[in-house]
């Protein structure tokens, strides 16, 4: 391998081609060379899912106030109050931004349209159909194709990040296209690697979602926070054999109605603001629902017209599956969804090693506390990501680009091994670190995990691929999300346990923070 390695140098590494990655890149392509580490093709992305909107008090009727209020309602007692202040009050200036790269917006006449979600206490999210994701993140790949100092390399998975001496130096990749390990050395390293969904059995994320920035980041020795608290979206498709298919909140925004097996609407006995309660509300009692029998969420009321024209994309997935939204019940389960927490940075996206910064869906910053608001996550990847641009750019003039000795790495053919350690774990987390959890169920979890660690562990001393080094990831974030669920004894937002079913007000942890603390290398090798 040694002669065919390749060394790169570059101002900004940006890992991960998201909202947060491209809002970056754009803004730091002012200041220098941009290189975006992507693992697939460069829409392949969580943003490029997203359905429901984002979030934003445009309605003269509405108010920051009202937006923050639910913010930290939803919360549950853990956002930084300074940090959701500053997105909120952001949150118009950012939709005007994305107007002018080219998102076109839903409108009625002269303003534009606003639906709602979940804890939303008005109507205050902007969207583009059922496919809002789907056109931000075409907006951003097409204007950052048009910036000659911006470079993206498809296929590229980062694997390691360069460190010594606590500085990050870049990050080490396996080019997947000539299976080929290269360096890339920068100024500024970003990860903006989305969230870590496919750690669970049933998820709303794509394939991408595999946790790899919040672990890499940890064996650097970057702080984690928060991580236990995962959000489980109430309402994904019910259908085993389909990849996960979403059926958005805005649903019932829209008057959509869950039903239980005898057809009855539930979620009055659960919560005042029915189904549209926040999440985390909606998916116990769904999960308490589904013990006795199917859950169907009901828009027959709607007509036909109506839902194919609001909800093209649903509408449509939903008829190739044999169902009409306008005249069936659609069957739903809950499934992993969002990651509250992750690595922990400031205000400005850095964390605690130098040159290394975090944003969007792989940070934690304090914005969504113990569960997120609906439609506040692309809010905060926008925000966060133009102000990390901004210190990133300054503090990168100060940094030498340097170039250090590649390690030696072995590649292997992926195979069969780590694809039944990745389902043996996706399945664990489901059952014991799911929706509803206890000591019993978390400790039970770590023994396998640990067992699943030491299995992946072995192989990847045989040689690493990309699936396999994606495994270790997951172990590794599955271990972090149950150990921390096993410290916070109590429950809170996302964080259900039934041996603590309250939330403790007196002993409670402010937050959960995650550092390693063995003398292990920082790399696989
Ligand atoms: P992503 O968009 O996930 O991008 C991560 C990037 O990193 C990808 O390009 C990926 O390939 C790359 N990557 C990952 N690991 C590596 C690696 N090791 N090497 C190289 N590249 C790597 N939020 C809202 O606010 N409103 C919504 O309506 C909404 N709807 C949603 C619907 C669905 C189905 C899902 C899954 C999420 C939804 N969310 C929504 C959440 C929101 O979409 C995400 O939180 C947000 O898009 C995350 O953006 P990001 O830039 O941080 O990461
Ligand atoms: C949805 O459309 O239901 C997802 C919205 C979100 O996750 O913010």
Redesign the pocket.
């Known amino acids: 391998m040694d002669s065919e390695r390749e060394h790169m140098k570059t101002d900004f590494l940006v890992?991960?081609?998201?909202?947060?990655?491209l809002n970056y890149s754009l803004k730091a392509a002012e200041c220098g060379e941009v290189t975006i580490?992507?693992?697939?093709k460069?829409m392949?992305?969580?943003?490029?899912?997203?359905?429901?909107?984002?979030?934003a008090a445009l309605d003269p009727l509405d108010s920051y106030d009202q937006h923050i209020q639910d913010t930290i309602v939803t919360g549950d007692g853990l956002c930084d109050k300074e940090v959701v202040e500053l997105v909120v009050k952001e949150a118009p200036e950012k939709i005007k931004e994305l107007m002018q790269l080219g998102v076109q917006f839903n409108r009625e006449e002269d303003r534009l349209s606003l639906t709602r979600e979940g804890g939303h206490s008005k109507r205050r999210i902007v969207f583009v159909g059922d496919s809002?994701?789907h056109a931000v993140e075409q907006a951003f790949v097409s204007n950052v194709k048009k910036r000659s100092n911006v470079h993206i390399l498809e296929g590229?998975?980062?694997?390691d990040l360069i460190i010594e001496n606590g500085r990050c130096y870049g990050a080490y990749?396996l080019n997947n296209y000539d299976q080929e390990f290269e360096a890339v050395y920068a100024k500024a390293t970003v990860m903006?690697?989305?969230?870590l969904?496919r750690v669970y059995e049933k998820t709303?994320?794509?394939e991408?979602?595999?946790g790899?920035?919040a672990a890499?980041a940890y064996r650097a020795g970057a702080e984690i926070e928060d991580i236990e608290f995962i959000q489980f979206h109430p309402t994904l498709l019910d259908k085993e054999e389909t990849e996960p298919f979403?059926i958005?909140e805005v649903v019932r925004g829209e008057g959509g109605i869950l039903r239980n097996w005898e057809g009855a609407p539930f979620m009055e006995k659960y919560h005042k603001m029915k189904d549209l309660a926040p999440r985390d509300t909606v998916t116990r009692a769904i999960i308490a629902e589904l013990e006795k029998g199917p859950v169907f969420l009901d828009l027959t009321t709607k007509k036909k017209q109506f839902l194919e024209e609001r909800f093209p994309t649903i509408y449509k997935r939903l008829k190739d599956y044999g169902i009409s939204m306008h005249r069936d019940f659609i069957p739903i389960i809950p499934a992993a969804?969002?990651a509250c927490g992750g690595v922990k940075t400031d205000l400005n996206g850095r964390t605690n090693i130098d040159g290394l910064y975090a944003?969007?869906?792989?940070s934690r910053t304090g914005l969504h506390g113990a569960n997120r608001l609906?439609?506040?996550?692309?809010?905060g990847?926008l925000v966060f990501s133009l102000r990390t641009a901004d210190a990133s750019a300054k503090e990168a003039e100060k940094r030498n680009n340097v170039e250090k000795k590649i390690p030696e790495f072995r590649l292997s053919d992926p195979g069969e091994p780590e694809e039944g350690l990745r389902r043996k774990l996706r399945s664990l987390m489901w059952k014991k670190v799911g929706v509803i959890r206890n000591g019993t169920t978390l400790q039970e979890a770590m023994r396998e995990l640990q067992k699943i660690d030491k299995e992946g562990t072995r192989l990847t001393t045989e040689g690493i691929n990309e699936r396999r080094i994606e495994l270790r990831n997951m172990t590794t974030v599955a271990e972090l999300i149950t150990k921390a669920a096993l410290i916070r004894t109590e429950s809170r937002g996302t964080h259900y346990r039934t041996d603590y079913p309250r939330k403790d007000d007196i002993n409670w942890r402010r937050s959960i923070k995650l550092t390693k603390t063995s003398s292990k290398s920082n790399t696989y090798i």
């Open positions: 890992i991960g081609s998201g909202i947060s990655g580490v992507t693992k697939k460069v392949e992305s969580n943003t490029n899912y997203a359905q429901g909107g984002i979030a809002t994701g590229y998975f980062a694997f990749c903006a690697t989305g969230g969904g709303s994320n794509p991408i979602a595999t790899d920035g890499m979403l958005s969804h969002y944003i969007g869906e792989v609906a439609s506040n996550s692309l809010l990847c």
